[in-house]
């Protein structure tokens, strides 16, 4: 069957306003008003392009593509041009994010150009390993889409039990599309994604040379690019083989209703390791942190450097960020378990679960820091900036998001037909919410009574508690981002209701609607995974100047 794939000429309004937007932002932080460019604004410009390309790459709306649901009303990717246009904004996303990256650098302003005679290869500049590595990742994707193909097509069918007194399993469940229709939009994915990747690659081998930095350091900024190339790329292909296995592993539903997707739990598991895959530094950037100081027996400990400290309750600090991890995922599994369903609504309470676990769990560790390592006499330090501005703001935009969410859907169930809508979904997240908030009211205040430290360092203190603020922080913007996408999902019927007209029918605003909610729970993954040391000043003290507070 041909495959009819038709975009309509509005739908590249947004993402060429987004690309505007994305280099326009670029530009500001690789240009740095306040300082110039400089090795750290081309630093920050990296780190940049490499937290929006993983935002633009996620692949959450198409992770059950080619699945025919038993109920027609829930929204699928049955068609295969469906299937291509889910897949293409992604992969085209995270490559246009990075081809961007290398395109808003500034240009050349003195009268001489800094340019050198050898010749710029890619593998002058590539990442041997983690080139390997994403080479094992696009073979095993490769594989497992070759397996789907394999696959035959499942109608759905009603769940049924075998007749009283009779033994049997329960049979019934989804259906799914002829494997080869969804391994051809998947391999063409992949091929695009290879073919972007490469082409990106050679991008930034040709890109030229940065006034702001010397020559070593421009060789180590092409190799950084690349590595976070690399690793958004790498995910984005597990992401594909996580969609195939998915797809792979439905039973038919006329035999059993049992199945697992173990190719899921592999793709977490190449998230994570390619997260930790961290780039190598400036060496202009390496200088700058020497000269100021910034090392544990400078007496300048800040939230960036608190790894190398050897105090005790510097190692009670960070050592609490893998227990805090826990702390999320275990009782999560567990209300996912009692629970026995993933519906958005319920799924409100099991994040809310999680967060109250974390901040629960900071609480307990800010006991215990200052009843083992805290004293009366030790004077409290308070850090210059409590919270990081980006991590500040994220939690600000969070807010706002959820608030106007949760009342555009209050208002839009209203509107639904009576007898149509379900229990209203806002309720249940406003409450889970609240008691999120008030579960962070005893953590800060731990944070800001707690004894201070008896350390040789003035500093360490003070950073103790601004990793501890901005993990308050940064686990609230998390929350408050999933429960406005967890909202939008359960809630997109009254957004079609709300805004629905004959021109822009319902079903169109239901979509967009579940589309947001998706692309704010990847925003809200992505947000708990970074460290809180990445928010951290980069060169100035972690504490005042001034005389700290006095211990009460």
Request: with cysteine; aromatic share 6%.
């Amino acid at each position: 069957m041909p495959i009819q794939f038709e975009l309509p000429p509005m739908a590249l309004l947004g993402p060429l306003l987004a690309a505007v937007g994305i280099y326009g932002l670029l530009r500001w932080v690789v240009w740095a008003p306040s300082g110039g460019t400089s090795p750290k604004s081309v630093s920050d410009h990296a780190l940049w392009v490499g937290v929006i390309g993983w935002l633009a790459s996620t692949l959450q709306g198409a992770a059950n593509a080619g699945i025919i649901p038993l109920n027609p009303q829930t929204p699928s990717l049955q068609q295969p041009a469906d299937i291509l246009e889910a897949l293409a904004w992604p992969v085209a996303g995270c490559l246009g994010v990075h081809a961007l990256g290398q395109l808003s650098y500034p240009g050349p302003r003195r009268s001489r150009r800094l340019a050198t005679l050898a010749v710029r290869r890619v593998r002058d500049f590539l990442p041997r390993k983690l080139a390997w590595a994403t080479l094992g990742i696009f073979a095993a994707s490769a594989a497992s889409i070759a397996w789907a193909a394999t696959q035959p097509a499942y109608r759905p069918l009603p769940y049924t039990s075998p007749p009283y007194g009779e033994a049997g399993p329960l049979v019934g469940g989804d259906g799914r599309i002829p494997g080869t229709e969804l391994t051809a939009c998947l391999a063409a994915a992949l091929l695009l994604l290879a073919a972007g990747t490469i082409l990106v690659l050679w991008l930034i081998s040709r890109r030229r040379q940065l006034e702001a930095l010397d020559a070593g350091d421009n060789e180590i900024l092409r190799t950084i690019a690349m590595n976070r190339l690399l690793r958004t790329v790498s995910t984005v292909a597990a992401g594909l083989a996580s969609i195939a296995a998915n797809y792979a592993a439905r039973p038919d539903p006329a035999v059993t209703t049992d199945w697992a997707d173990p190719g899921g739990l592999l793709a977490v598991v190449v998230l994570f390791v390619m997260w930790l895959w961290q780039p190598p530094q400036l060496a202009g950037v390496r200088r700058r942190e020497a000269r100021s100081g910034r090392t544990p027996a400078s007496g300048r400990t800040n939230a960036r450097n608190l790894r190398r400290e050897k105090h005790p309750a510097a190692v009670l600090t960070v050592s609490l960020g893998p227990l805090l991890a826990l702390a999320a995922v275990a009782p999560g599994v567990a209300a996912l378990f009692f629970l026995g369903t993933t519906n958005p609504v319920r799924a409100s309470v099991i994040s809310a679960v999680m967060a109250v676990c974390v901040l629960l769990a900071i609480l307990v560790g800010e006991l215990l820091l200052g009843r083992n390592y805290g004293a009366s006499s030790a004077a409290r330090g308070w850090p210059v900036q409590p919270v990081a501005p980006a991590l500040l703001t994220a939690a600000i935009v969070a807010t706002v998001v959820l608030a106007v969410v949760t009342v555009l859907t209050a208002v839009g169930e209203a509107a639904l037909p009576p007898g149509t809508a379900e229990s209203p979904a806002w309720i249940t997240t406003a409450v889970a919410t609240a008691a999120v908030a008030v579960t962070a009211v005893p953590a800060t205040l731990a944070v800001r009574r707690r004894r201070g430290i008896i350390a040789r360092d003035g500093g360490l203190d003070a950073a103790l508690r601004a990793v501890t603020l901005n993990r308050i922080v940064r686990i609230l913007a998390a929350f408050l981002l999933a429960q406005g996408g967890g909202l939008l999902i359960s809630g997109s019927r009254s957004w079609g209701a709300l805004l629905g007209t004959q021109t822009s029918p319902a079903e169109m605003w239901e979509g967009a609607a579940a589309a947001t909610g998706y692309v704010l729970l990847a925003a809200a993954v992505v947000l708990s995974l970074i460290r809180v040391t990445a928010f951290g000043p980069r060169s100035a003290p972690a504490a005042r100047r001034a005389p700290v507070e006095p211990a009460r």
